[in-house]
């Protein structure tokens, strides 16, 4: 008959089932367990213990092998069937180990030999616990980082990007291989990873591969893998990015950028959903979802006989274009509100809006760089300024549409910047204030004798904002 034991009269307490036939081992355990403020209750064989777990569906099973009418593995079976998240350590005599190293193959966390040690118990338990946190854990990380990803959450006030976000809703719920073009700077990375954490692949990995960032010699084996020995520094077998990316998506951007012999290897992997690490034999089948992207003409280089017509068809069952800044000037208000309220939180720096000479010069520009750049600007915007507005003095030169007119402090040293700072008359307040500002730091520079870690605490401000004020002044 089942004994139970509420040792802890809490809904937070983890839950642990013990299952033995033995009553004797059943209560030492779960006044031992109970100590430790875990919640605990007890079976006396595999049937009871099924039907237990199917209730409650407890953290970790401590339980015995062999036991009358449900022996441990067939329970263990069934609780697979149940949860698959639940640790289930077994308890065994020595002559049955190979059992229960087969029952860790088959999914038990782990296994104790009687006659066990206490402290054994516990510390397997607590593994276990602490291993379902990590998954927990992960499994939240996941959920947040996928809903940041929902399409209603990027930021866009263009006509234009809704219906290419109504578009990446749609093709998130396929399985087809999606070519996303555009320049660089419109977020196509992006669009890929919005086209994953929305489909039904999210609970997979999501993996990145710059085509164009890999030396062209060592990208077959960063798509593949590797064998031990394949070639000279190939001390182990690799995983390639196809296998890291199983029951997930591959992101492969600048594609534009693999040579000839390599898209024949991709297109295979493509059509047969196989390949070879490189220097091996054995075929791996691989279940990945491929999103492609490039700011390159893929069409022309076809024409040109710098990308094959095959693959090029291969990969564009679904194109999806991204849209140039310059193109939404409604978005450049709307982004550049976001970048300054994030930099300035990063930064720790009071800066409250960007007043309207400013503003019409970033919708004035023709933004070549797209939002990477309109991102850029105002941080360091954010970062030069010296007031609760962000002003036309405080953007980037070729934004600003100033000139250099030699007001600006240069200089390596503080005596230089401070006798620039002397000089009668001194301009307008902007100005004078950038004069002093810049013999402020170089005088803090020196006196920490150039460590920009210990100027940086003196002067109140992040590291990333004292570079940007070196970079501005010329200061090294």
């Given at each position: 008959?089942?004994?139970?034991?509420?040792?802890?009269?809490?809904?937070?307490a983890?839950?642990?089932?013990?299952v033995?036939?033995d009553?004797?081992?059943?209560?030492?355990?779960?006044?031992?367990?109970?100590r430790?403020?875990?919640?605990?209750?007890?079976?006396a064989?595999?049937?009871?213990?099924?039907?237990?777990?199917?209730?409650?569906r407890?953290?970790?099973v401590l339980?015995?092998?062999?036991?009358?009418?449900m022996?441990?593995?067939?329970?263990?079976?069934?609780?697979?069937?149940l949860?698959?998240?639940?640790?289930?350590?077994l308890?065994t005599?020595?002559?049955?180990?190979g059992?229960?190293v087969?029952?860790?193959?088959?999914?038990?966390?782990?296994?104790v030999?009687?006659p066990?040690?206490?402290?054994?118990i516990?510390?397997q338990?607590?593994?276990a616990l602490?291993?379902?946190?990590?998954r927990d854990?992960?499994a939240t990380?996941?959920?947040?980082l996928s809903?940041?990803?929902?399409?209603?959450r990027?930021?866009t006030?263009?006509?234009?990007?809704?219906?290419?976000?109504?578009?990446?809703?749609?093709?998130?719920?396929s399985n087809?291989?999606?070519?996303?073009?555009?320049?660089?700077g419109?977020?196509?990375?992006?669009?890929?990873?919005?086209?994953?954490?929305?489909?039904?692949?999210?609970?997979?990995p999501?993996?990145?591969?710059?085509?164009?960032?890999?030396?062209?010699?060592l990208?077959?084996?960063?798509?593949?893998?590797?064998?031990k020995?394949?070639?000279?520094?190939?001390?182990?077998?690799?995983?390639?990015?196809?296998?890291?990316?199983?029951?997930?998506?591959?992101?492969?951007d600048?594609?534009?950028?693999i040579?000839?012999?390599?898209q024949?290897?991709?297109?295979?992997?493509?059509?047969?959903?196989?390949?070879?690490?490189v220097?091996?034999?054995e075929?791996?089948r691989t279940?990945?979802?491929?999103?492609?992207?490039?700011?390159?003409?893929?069409e022309?280089?076809?024409?040109?006989?710098?990308?094959?017509?095959?693959?090029?068809?291969?990969?564009?069952?679904?194109?999806?274009?991204?849209v140039?800044?310059r193109?939404?000037?409604?978005?450049?208000?709307?982004?550049?509100?976001h970048?300054?309220?994030?930099?300035?939180?990063e930064?720790?720096?009071?800066v409250?809006?960007?007043d309207?000479?400013?503003m019409?010069?970033?919708?004035?520009y023709?933004?070549p760089?797209?939002i990477?750049?309109?991102?850029?600007?105002?941080?360091r915007?954010?970062?030069?300024?010296?007031?609760?507005?962000?002003?036309?003095?405080?953007?980037?030169?070729?934004?600003?549409g100033?000139?250099?007119?030699g007001?600006?402090?240069?200089?390596?040293?503080?005596a230089?910047i401070e006798?620039?700072?002397?000089?009668a008359?001194?301009?307008?307040?902007?100005?004078?204030?950038?004069?002093?500002?810049?013999?402020v730091v170089?005088?803090?520079l020196?006196?920490?004798?150039?460590?920009?870690?210990?100027?940086?605490?003196?002067?109140?401000?992040?590291?990333?904002?004292?570079?940007?004020?070196l970079?501005?002044?010329?200061?090294?």
């Amino acid at each position: 008959m089942t004994t139970q034991f509420p040792a802890v009269q809490t809904t937070t307490a983890p839950a642990v089932l013990v299952v033995d036939d033995d009553e004797a081992i059943r209560e030492m355990l779960v006044a031992v367990l109970s100590r430790d403020g875990l919640s605990v209750t007890t079976a006396a064989d595999g049937v009871e213990a099924v039907a237990a777990f199917a209730a409650q569906r407890h953290a970790v099973v401590l339980m015995d092998v062999r036991m009358p009418r449900m022996t441990g593995l067939q329970a263990l079976a069934e609780m697979r069937k149940l949860d698959r998240s639940a640790s289930v350590i077994l308890m065994t005599a020595f002559a049955e180990v190979g059992s229960a190293v087969q029952a860790i193959k088959d999914g038990a966390f782990d296994y104790v030999i009687k006659p066990f040690d206490i402290a054994e118990i516990l510390l397997q338990v607590g593994r276990a616990l602490q291993m379902r946190r990590m998954r927990d854990d992960i499994a939240t990380l996941h959920r947040e980082l996928s809903s940041s990803y929902h399409t209603d959450r990027i930021l866009t006030a263009s006509p234009r990007m809704g219906e290419l976000l109504q578009t990446i809703a749609k093709v998130a719920k396929s399985n087809a291989t999606v070519l996303v073009t555009g320049e660089s700077g419109t977020g196509k990375e992006l669009v890929a990873a919005a086209i994953h954490y929305n489909s039904p692949r999210n609970a997979g990995p999501f993996v990145k591969v710059n085509c164009a960032a890999v030396p062209e010699g060592l990208l077959e084996s960063e798509f593949f893998g590797h064998e031990k020995g394949a070639f000279t520094g190939a001390q182990a077998r690799r995983r390639g990015r196809f296998e890291q990316a199983e029951h997930g998506t591959l992101f492969l951007d600048e594609i534009g950028d693999i040579s000839p012999s390599l898209q024949v290897k991709l297109l295979r992997v493509l059509q047969e959903r196989e390949f070879e690490r490189v220097g091996g034999t054995e075929l791996v089948r691989t279940d990945v979802r491929v999103i492609v992207a490039t700011n390159r003409n893929l069409e022309e280089m076809v024409r040109q006989g710098l990308f094959r017509q095959d693959l090029y068809f291969r990969l564009n069952v679904v194109t999806l274009r991204t849209v140039p800044l310059r193109e939404r000037p409604e978005d450049v208000r709307l982004l550049a509100s976001h970048f300054l309220q994030r930099f300035a939180a990063e930064n720790q720096i009071d800066v409250s809006g960007i007043d309207e000479q400013a503003m019409e010069r970033l919708l004035a520009y023709r933004w070549p760089g797209n939002i990477r750049e309109l991102s850029n600007a105002m941080e360091r915007a954010v970062v030069m300024s010296t007031g609760a507005m962000i002003v036309v003095e405080d953007l980037p030169e070729q934004i600003a549409g100033r000139a250099d007119d030699g007001d600006t402090v240069a200089g390596d040293s503080a005596a230089g910047i401070e006798a620039s700072a002397s000089v009668a008359g001194g301009g307008a307040l902007r100005e004078q204030v950038s004069r002093f500002e810049a013999r402020v730091v170089a005088e803090a520079l020196a006196r920490n004798d150039g460590n920009r870690m210990k100027t940086a605490l003196e002067l109140g401000i992040s590291r990333r904002s004292l570079l940007y004020k070196l970079q501005e002044y010329g200061i090294s």
